[in-house]
């Protein structure tokens, strides 16, 4: 099977950078993925990695380090509307279905 | 277009008794997912299709759930009979077979409620 680890709560000031990581234990790795969810919300996609190295799109950038099991997404110039729950997945296996790690809560503030 | 579509988007119903979720996936979309969301357990992948064939049920939690997908643009999740511990969000999301990132696209959810 797969299991993710990521942190459960991460908080920052509006404007600032984060960066939640995430670590993955699986066999037949294919990509790991992240995706954002506000409160009451679906699940939205944000990035994806297949290869070692970073993807940028606007604010958000998401590394993948596939030698140590390894990525993270990172946060630029946090705004208030960026609190949500943070999910890291990956595609592994029959490369058809994702497993979702437990989430990063991130609460911007003033 | 519409997006992945579901309903209800709230069910409340009583111990034991039966409960449908409706799924329409995007158009032209290959893959169908069922998830479900709590904060104990937090996303789970219960079943998944591929043009309309169910490929891997292994997150069914058990007997008690099933479901279908008689064709291309519908899919049902059945609960009978319904516990409390059911109480959940149950997510749809579909992708297409083609491109590189695999992305699923998440209806709004069924929050379903088992009193």
């Known amino acids: 099977g797969q299991s993710l680890e990521q942190p459960s709560e991460v908080t920052a000031v509006e404007g600032a950078i984060v960066q939640i990581n995430c670590t993955y234990q699986?066999?037949?790795?294919?990509?790991l993925s992240w995706y954002q969810q506000h409160d009451g919300g679906a699940p939205t996609f944000l990035s994806y990695?297949?290869?070692?190295g970073l993807e940028e799109t606007g604010r958000f950038s998401s590394f993948l380090s596939r030698s140590d099991s390894y990525g993270y997404l990172l946060l630029q110039e946090l705004q208030m509307k960026d609190s949500a729950s943070y999910f890291c997945?990956?595609?592994?296996?029959?490369?058809?279905?994702?497993?979702f790690g437990t989430g990063t809560r991130l609460q911007v503030t003033l | 277009d519409a997006g992945v579509i579901q309903s209800p988007r709230h069910e409340v119903t009583e111990m034991g008794q039966e409960v449908t979720l409706r799924c329409k996936p995007i158009?032209?979309?290959?893959?169908l997912f069922w998830y479900r969301q709590t904060m104990m357990r937090g996303l789970e992948l219960l079943i998944y299709?591929?043009?309309?064939?169910?490929?891997?049920d292994s997150g069914m939690p058990e007997d008690r759930f099933s479901a279908k997908m008689p064709n291309a643009s519908f899919s049902t999740l059945k609960i009978q009979p319904s516990e409390p511990r059911d109480s959940a969000v149950y997510f749809c999301?579909?992708?297409?077979?083609?491109?590189?990132?695999?992305?699923?696209?998440f209806g709004p959810g069924t929050r379903l409620t088992v009193t």
């Open positions: 990695n297949a290869l070692d």
């Open positions: 699986t066999s037949g790795f294919y990509g």
């Open positions: 999301a579909s992708r297409t077979g083609r491109g590189r990132t695999n992305e699923q696209y």
């Open positions: 997945a990956v595609r592994a296996g029959t490369a058809s279905k994702l497993t």
């Open positions: 299709f591929n043009n309309n064939v169910p490929i891997d």
């Open positions: 158009s032209g979309h290959d893959y």
